[in-house]
C-alpha cells in the first residue's frame, strides 16, 4: 500500500508541475517559475526589470518573491494603489511615467505581480509602452491564476464599465506558486472558485462533478484542480485567441455578471462585490435562462443553483437595482449591431454563444433567483 500511495503522489507531482503550453507562451507552477526566472532575466536580454505591484502584493507577496528572484539585471518595483476603482487609464498614465522616469526602453520587461487587477492593468501597460514591450505575469490570487493571467486578455476599466480599454497581447510566460494563496482572505479564495465552477460548466462535467464536493480539499488537490482549470481556459483560447467564436464560451455568466460588478462599483450605498462574487450571481441568472431555452433540464439548473448558493449564499436585488443593471447589459463587449448576446449552456459541459435574450425572460432570471 505504501509503495502504491508514494507511486500515486509521484503521479500527482509530475501532473502538478507540467508546463502548459499555450499560443506564443508557457504557464510554468510552483517550484519550476523561479528556475524560468534565474534562465530568463539575464542582462543580453533585458535592460531593466519591472515589478508592477499593488499596494496588497506590495506587502504580502513581494518580499517572497523577490527573495526567490536571482537575476544580474537591474530591478525597479513599480506600486499603485489596489482596488477594482484604479484599474483604469489614470493609473495606466502615472505607470507610463514611472516607466520613462526610471528608464524604461524596449528592451525592458515587466513582471506583473498581483492579482486580476495586476495582471489586466500590467498587460494592458506592457503592451502599449513605447507600442509593446514583453512582460510576465505572476499570478497571486486564484482568480488570477486560473482566469484573469491566462490567455493575454488585458484591459483597464471605463468608468464603472468593465474592461472596456484593453489589448489582446499574450505574455511572455505566466508563472503559478500556489503559496501565495495562502495570504488571501476567503472570500478571495471564493472569488476564484467561481471561474473554476464555470470551466466545468462550459467544458469538462467531470470537473465540474469534482468541484462540486470541496470538503477536505488538500493544497496538493487545490494545485491539480488549479492546473486542470487553466488547461480548460488554455485549450477555449487556443482554438480561437481573438475572441471571434468559441472564446465567447468563457463568457458565461459574464453578461449579467458584469453589469451586476459595474453596478454595485458605481452605486455608493451598495458594498463593492469580488468579480467571482459577482460571476457567481451571473451563472446561477443565466443557467436560468438557459433552463427557460430549453438548453439544459430543471434537475441541473436546481443542482448548478444550489451548489453556487451553498458557496457563495445570496445577494439581495431590489426592482429599480435589476433596471438599471439590465440597463447596463447595451455595453457588454459580446454584444453587435446594438443587440445583447449571451453563451448559455447547452448542457453540463457545453455552451451555446450569440444567444439573444428578451428582457421580460431576464427580469424572470432575478425573479427566481430571488425566490
Known amino acids: 500500500m505504501i509503495k502504491n500511495a508514494l507511486f500515486c ?8 508541475m507540467q508546463i502548459i503550453n499555450a499560443n506564443g507562451y508557457s504557464v510554468y507552477f510552483n517550484d519550476a517559475i523561479y528556475t524560468y526566472l534565474s534562465q530568463t532575466l539575464h542582462p543580453e536580454a533585458y535592460s531593466k526589470v519591472f515589478v508592477l505591484v499593488d499596494s496588497k502584493t506590495s506587502e504580502c507577496c513581494l518580499p517572497n518573491f523577490l527573495a526567490n528572484v536571482a537575476t544580474e539585471v537591474s530591478m525597479e518595483i513599480i506600486e499603485f494603489e489596489a482596488g477594482e476603482h484604479f484599474k483604469n487609464i489614470e493609473t495606466c498614465f502615472e505607470i507610463w511615467s514611472a516607466l520613462t522616469e526610471l528608464g524604461g526602453d524596449r528592451k525592458s520587461i515587466i513582471i506583473n505581480l498581483g492579482g486580476g487587477v495586476v ?23 486564484l482568480l488570477a491564476m486560473v482566469d484573469a493571467s491566462i490567455g493575454g486578455k ?3 476599466d471605463l468608468g464603472n464599465l468593465k474592461n472596456q480599454i484593453g489589448t489582446i497581447t499574450t505574455p511572455k510566460a505566466v508563472l503559478i ?3 501565495f494563496l495562502a495570504t488571501l482572505p476567503a472570500n478571495e479564495m471564493r472569488s476564484g472558485l467561481a471561474e473554476m465552477l464555470k470551466h466545468g460548466l462550459i467544458q469538462d462535467e467531470a470537473y465540474w462533478i469534482k468541484l ?6 488538500s493544497t496538493e488537490d487545490l494545485d491539480i484542480l488549479i492546473h486542470e482549470s487553466i488547461q480548460i481556459k488554455n485549450n477555449v483560447v487556443s482554438q480561437d485567441p481573438t475572441e471571434n ?7 458565461f455568466g459574464h453578461t449579467l455578471g458584469h453589469a451586476i460588478e459595474s453596478y ?18 451571473g451563472m446561477v441568472l443565466e443557467s436560468y435562462l438557459s433552463f427557460e431555452k430549453e438548453l439544459i433540464s430543471k434537475d441541473d439548473y436546481f443542482d448548478i443553483k444550489s451548489v453556487i448558493h451553498d458557496l457563495f449564499g445570496k445577494i439581495e436585488f431590489s426592482q429599480k437595482d435589476i433596471e438599471e443593471i ?19 449552456l447547452d448542457g453540463i459541459g457545453n455552451v451555446k454563444i450569440n444567444q439573444f435574450v428578451p428582457n421580460e425572460l431576464i427580469f424572470k432570471a432575478f425573479e427566481d433567483y430571488k425566490n
Open 245 to 251: 467564436g468559441i472564446r465567447k464560451a468563457l463568457n
Open 264 to 281: 454595485f462599483l458605481e452605486n455608493d450605498i451598495k458594498t463593492p462585490l469580488l468579480h467571482g462574487e459577482a460571476i457567481a450571481v
Open 9 to 16: 503522489s509521484s503521479i500527482i507531482n509530475t501532473l502538478k
Open 154 to 156: 488585458n484591459g483597464v
Open 177 to 179: 506558486d500556489s503559496t
Open 326 to 344: 439590465i440597463k447596463l447589459l447595451i455595453h457588454d463587449k459580446k454584444n453587435e449591431f446594438g443587440k445583447v448576446q449571451f453563451a448559455l
Open 212 to 217: 462540486k464536493d470541496l470538503n477536505n480539499l
Open 119 to 141: 495582471t489586466d492593468l500590467g498587460g494592458f501597460v506592457a503592451s502599449t509602452y513605447k507600442r509593446g514591450i514583453e512582460y510576465i505575469n505572476v499570478p497571486t490570487t
